[in-house]
């Protein structure tokens, strides 16, 4: 099986549909890492990426 990522904002209700919604088109569920806020520093200047979670999951081929 192909493996794949997908990104939730930061609310717990989002997240349930997503991960409902992914189990409905017959994915696997790897693994979900919660992020959180951090600031990055890029060449034009400071970035706040915001908190959220990274979803690993298989899909179907």
């Known amino acids: 099986m ?4 997908e990104t939730c904002p ?4 989002r997240l349930k ?3 409902h919604s992914l189990g ?3 994915s696997r569920i790897v693994n979900v890492i ?3 806020t951090r600031d990055i520093l890029m060449e034009n ?3 706040t990426q915001p908190s959220g979670y990274i979803i690993i ?5």
């Open 24 to 26: 409905e088109e017959g």
């Open 10 to 13: 930061d609310d717990v209700d």
């Open 34 to 36: 919660w992020q959180p």
């Open 17 to 19: 549909t997503l991960l």
């Open 2 to 5: 192909p493996y794949a990522v």
């Open 45 to 47: 200047g400071p970035f």
């Open 57 to 61: 999951l298989e899909y179907p081929s």
